[in-house]
């Protein structure tokens, strides 16, 4: 979609004139920018300065000639003075996000957008099935933790009661199987933890990718497809040589906030694992470092690196955001 | 969270393209299509089938019959009131639209303010502002955590509502601005170079001229946002330590360290805690799928 042309509402100058700045702009932005300097730019700069810090988060904040890289030696493993090995929880974390990133770039993706496709025909109670879908978009991380945290629950949960039910159904038919007397630990189980996590995690996020291909999928050219039709394409080649090239620009913001998302994960961590450990994601590393642990200077350190790694995504994103805008 | 809608602009339905089946549909594929659609939906609904059939029993009766098989005898609805006073659900709801309702209010005015100052001047920082508030939106949250958290402390703000207010509006102000800005982009200019000729003011031009042409993009942003900052629990988390002043969200966590193994009790304060958003879901559907789309039009 095109913008309009951009509109100037500045008076036109009198011929010969030198212009002026005109303030008024400036004085619409005073006081939101205000706030958006003191509560967002300025504490982000801080913590680069704490970052430097061997803060506690009580005592005074240590002065400028006490600033050191001694907690990204600690965190990353700087050759500093000798080499020592980057911090275990760190990679852990790290580790973690990776996969998440990974999981979310494929696994909500490819169900969204299939169910997107599969909405925009005119199938029968589309409404509804839709509606059982992005229904969890509106619940917070917490209730989805604590829904998810039940259903993992290995005694009673719906999840392992279906497991050993089915075990033992098997059993009685096939005597060679052994029925289980329990099904997996899930959350409390190291290997399963962030899998778990990250169950409840897709079954939420399937919902939004469903929502912006659906969005994307209503404003195609109409007779791209209809072009492609009467030329006797496939389905399949419909959709994988006319439709999804032109779903592109949706699929970049997908792929983009599937990234930022997965970057940002921390509730339903800190929800669902409180104790941390396993599925620790960067996020909450960082938190139980600082608040639990009242390393303020290092958990700002943990902090800094996070951001390093969103700039990956976010600084060539606003590269192509801004040279569509100078474009305009 | 899924707080990263991007670079916006409202997307305008058009007509439905897709597989009209003007020859005859197989069959045998549709019903397949079906079934695997009721088989991934029935997985879909299995957490709130879950938590809808825990809520009404006991954890007695769980433990004894099983999830599978509910003494239908034994129902009960005693969870909901127990959860809304005893687990003092009640009380977090309130202070959940205690802090949203101002913040909602603050960040959409404040929004509509740096929105408009970017979309109808020219002038050189405007397009550097923007970027601005638009990388804003994609900052992860740790970055600001514990500065946020020492400067309510000095200013004597922390554990309180203000604090709350303070920080939400300020960090939803980056998202708003985008897609205000976006949307006002497209407002034609003669309607305002028709209101300059006879002499309107600049403030007037915004607040009546231009706003009244935004409700549609306010009313789905002020959808999407009351459930982002209704929602919100890594800031109460940080921010809000006496139990008199929890939201929902941090309310609901900590009922889970207490009463560990009461699920049915714990499930029914979590449906409670839904309803608002819930409430907004069924009436603002349109514009809660509209606010959330808003960023991806592009």
Not at chain 1, 197 to 202: H, P, R, S
Not at chain 2, 124 to 132: E, H, I, N, S
Request: aromatic share 14%.
């Amino acid at each position: 979609m095109a913008t309009l042309a951009a509109t100037v509402t500045q008076r036109p100058d009198r011929a010969g004139k030198r212009q002026k700045i005109n303030w008024t702009p400036y004085l619409f932005l005073l006081v939101p920018l205000a706030v958006y300097a003191t509560w967002i730019i300025f504490p982000m700069l801080f913590s680069f300065y704490l970052s430097l810090t061997s803060w506690d988060g009580v005592s005074p904040i240590p002065s400028p000639d006490q600033l050191s890289l001694g907690n990204y030696d600690r965190l990353l493993g700087l050759p500093l003075n000798g080499a020592n090995p980057p911090d275990r929880d760190f990679v852990t974390a790290f580790n973690n996000n990776v996969t998440w990133v990974i999981v979310f770039l494929t696994v909500p993706t490819t169900l969204g957008l299939g169910l997107a496709m599969i909405f925009n025909s005119n199938i029968r109670g589309a409404r509804w099935f839709k509606i059982s879908f992005y229904a969890p978009l509106i619940l917070s991380f917490v209730v989805i933790g604590t829904i998810w945290m039940w259903i993992y629950e290995p005694r009673a949960g719906i999840l392992n009661s279906v497991i050993v039910g089915a075990s033992q159904a098997l059993a009685s038919v096939f005597p060679f199987i052994t029925p289980l007397e329990r099904g997996p630990g899930w959350l409390a189980d190291r290997n399963l933890a962030l899998a778990s996590i990250l169950g409840a995690a897709v079954w939420r996020q399937v919902g939004y990718v469903m929502i912006l291909y659906l969005a994307g999928l209503k404003n195609l050219d109409p007779s791209l497809v209809e072009a492609a039709k009467v030329d006797g394409a496939s389905p399949w080649q419909l959709f994988r040589k006319v439709i999804f090239p032109l779903l592109a620009p949706i699929t970049t913001v997908v792929l983009v906030i599937s990234v930022i998302d997965s970057l940002r994960s921390f509730d339903l961590v800190q929800v669902m694992t409180p104790l941390g450990g396993a599925s620790n994601v960067l996020a909450n590393f960082m938190y139980i470092e600082a608040f639990n642990n009242y390393q303020f200077g290092y958990g700002a350190s943990i902090a800094v690196v996070l951001l390093s790694i969103s700039l990956v995504i976010i600084i060539p994103y606003l590269y192509v955001s801004v040279r569509k805008e100078l474009d305009y | 969270m899924a707080n990263t809608t991007l670079s916006g602009q409202i997307a305008l339905p058009s007509a439905q393209i897709g597989s009209t089946p003007k020859r005859k549909p197989i069959k045998a594929s549709r019903i397949a299509l079906y079934a695997a659609l009721i088989v991934l939906t029935a997985i879909w609904l299995l957490p709130f089938f879950s938590a809808l059939l825990t809520s009404v029993r006991t954890q007695d009766e769980i433990s004894l019959n099983g999830f599978w098989q509910p003494d239908l005898s034994a129902l009960t609805l005693d969870n909901f009131p127990a959860a809304w006073e005893q687990a003092r659900v009640s009380r977090y709801l309130g202070n959940s639209f205690i802090v949203t309702i101002p913040s909602l209010i603050a960040t959409l005015f404040l929004s509509s303010l740096s929105a408009f100052a970017l979309a109808r001047y020219r002038f050189k920082l405007a397009l550097p502002l923007y970027f601005m508030f638009v990388a804003g939106t994609m900052l992860p949250f740790q970055i600001l955590l514990l500065p946020v958290f020492k400067m309510m402390n000095d200013l004597r703000l922390y554990n309180t509502y203000g604090a709350l207010i303070i920080i939400h509006t300020a960090f939803q102000m980056g998202f708003c601005t985008m897609v205000l800005r976006n949307f006002m982009k497209t407002i034609p200019n003669d309607i305002v170079e028709a209101a300059r000729v006879d002499g309107c003011s600049d403030f007037r031009i915004y607040w009546q001229i231009i706003m009244p042409l935004t409700l549609p993009a306010m009313a789905a942003l002020a959808t999407l946002e009351f459930t982002w900052i209704f929602n919100d629990y890594l800031w109460a988390l940080i921010l809000i330590q006496s139990e008199a002043l929890k939201p929902i969200t941090a309310g609901l966590a900590g009922l889970r360290g207490q009463f560990t193994t009461n699920w049915p009790l714990i499930t029914a304060g979590s449906l409670i805690g839904v309803l608002p958003t819930l409430f907004v879901f069924a009436f603002l559907q349109r514009y809660f799928i509209q606010g959330l789309t808003l960023g991806s039009g592009k």
